[in-house]
T-cell receptor
């Protein structure tokens, strides 16, 4: 089992460019999450999907969109990247709800120039 | 505002020594409290999950304690190893099933 996988691992964008971060899990989990991690701060939830076909905003959703493509895959899209979106992005999944343990991917390090 | 604060911000100890990391939270009520280990360049990995009724939980050389009255938790690492060098993050799940993340303690183990 690969667990949670993310692509790409690194990305450099120019301001205004768009890109999609991909995430997939093979643990048959219902819930999936996107976080960002900035230096000196705790992880912040961007969006989550409680189950296939549903998505909800988290703490910092502005500038992002998500798609729950199927039970396995949950993508995060930056339509017009800004320097403030420079961060490390983590995808996670859990069984049914946040009350259960979350399993994280290796992260995507994004730099916006 | 619900907050999770960790101390110290960073810590350096010699291999083989013990250490204790602290977590204070203002989240009330809460569903559970977790400790995660995050190696550099990797995603967080769960060490322990405790409900409000649990006082202590162990995972190998890691022991977490919880005092729900004082809203404090600690993570004790016994006989540290070089592989324990990582950030340790305290996370509280509030009653709305929102995870409140601490900023973490960066632990460096020196040989």
């Amino acid at each position: 089992n690969a667990g949670v996988t993310q692509t790409p691992k690194f990305q450099v964008l120019k301001t205004g460019q768009s890109m999609t971060l991909q995430c997939a899990q093979d643990m048959n989990h219902n819930s999936m999450y996107w976080y960002r991690q900035d230096p000196g701060m705790g992880l912040r939830l961007i969006y989550y999907s409680a189950s296939e076909g549903t998505t909800d905003k988290g703490e910092v959703p502005n500038g992002y969109n998500v798609s729950r493509l199927n039970k396995r895959e949950f993508s995060l899209r930056l339509e017009s990247a800004a320097p403030s979106q420079t961060s490390v992005y983590f995808c996670a999944s859990s069984d049914y709800s946040p009350i259960n343990e979350q399993f994280f991917g290796p992260g995507t390090r994004l730099t916006v120039l | 505002k619900n907050q999770v604060e960790q101390s110290p911000q960073s810590l350096i100890i010699l291999e083989g020594k013990n250490c204790t990391l602290q977590c204070n939270y203002t989240v009330s009520p809460f569903s559970n409290l977790r400790w995660y280990k995050q190696d550099t360049g990797r995603g967080p990995v769960s060490l322990t999950i405790m409900t409000f009724s649990e006082n202590t939980k162990s995972n190998g050389r890691y022991t977490a304690t919880l005092d729900a009255d004082t809203k404090q938790s600690s993570l004790h690492i016994t006989a540290s190893q070089l592989s324990d060098s990582a950030s340790y993050i305290c996370v509280v799940l509030d009653s709305n099933y929102q995870l409140i993340w601490g900023a973490g303690t960066k632990l460096i183990i020196k040989p």
